[in-house]
């Protein structure tokens, strides 16, 4: 880990251009939302499987050339110098790719907001990216989901459990537990859970 990699000021692109209804001081970020609102995790995370997103296998893929200009999305592991407990999830942006001095240990970004940053590998839990094989044309998006889709662990139990069987022990186990009836169906009316029901491809986050 390089300790002066966390300290240096990331300032704002100036040339950043944001939606015209954007207030700075009332503008709470996705990354924020995903990591305070399950529900809210859930959907974004339908979203981004139906947009062609993917969690990479080997995470050190990033430092892959091919990777140059690609979009990303990542969780950390609970070992930064950040404090964010393990899980924590962050926007990315676009991968510029390792440094010449970088030793394969890290990589620059550029986040949505045009600020670059390092991010160490040693730091990662999760990357995620965009098929960029997936062609759109006009609103028509020709997509082929074929990643195992990943779902947090259950904290607590409620009365309204959803379930899905387990590759390994053929048993209907809970994979999320709703806070009531409604909430349990809108989970399993999900692009996620139907992918997961109807394929088997389907495995909790580590």
Do not use: C
């Not at 999305?73 to 404090?83: A, E, H, I």
């Amino acid at each position: 880990m390089n300790p002066n990699l966390q300290k240096y000021e990331r300032k704002e692109d100036i040339n950043t251009i944001h939606r015209p209804d954007f207030i700075r001081n009332r503008y709470i970020s996705i990354q924020d939302r995903v990591n305070s609102d399950p529900e809210f995790e859930d959907k974004y995370l339908d979203k981004l499987i139906s947009e062609g997103w993917y969690k990479l296998l080997d995470n050190r893929s990033i430092l892959s050339d091919d990777m140059k200009g690609r979009h990303f999305k990542y969780r950390l592991n609970g070992k930064s110098l950040s404090g964010a407990k393990k899980g924590t999830f962050r926007s990315g942006g676009i991968i510029i790719g390792p440094t010449d001095d970088s030793n394969g240990k890290y990589i620059m970004y550029k986040a949505y907001n045009g600020r670059l940053f390092p991010l160490q590998l040693s730091d990662i839990l999760e990357i995620y990216t965009k098929d960029p094989s997936i062609k759109i044309s006009g609103s028509k998006k020709e997509i082929a989901i074929s990643k195992t889709v990943l779902f947090n662990r259950p904290g607590g139990t409620t009365n309204f459990p959803v379930y899905l069987t387990s590759e390994l022990s053929g048993e209907m186990i809970p994979i999320y537990y709703a806070r009531d009836n409604y909430s349990k169906e809108r989970f399993e009316a999900s692009k996620k859970y139907q992918y997961a029901l109807k394929t088997g491809d389907w495995n909790f986050s580590t």
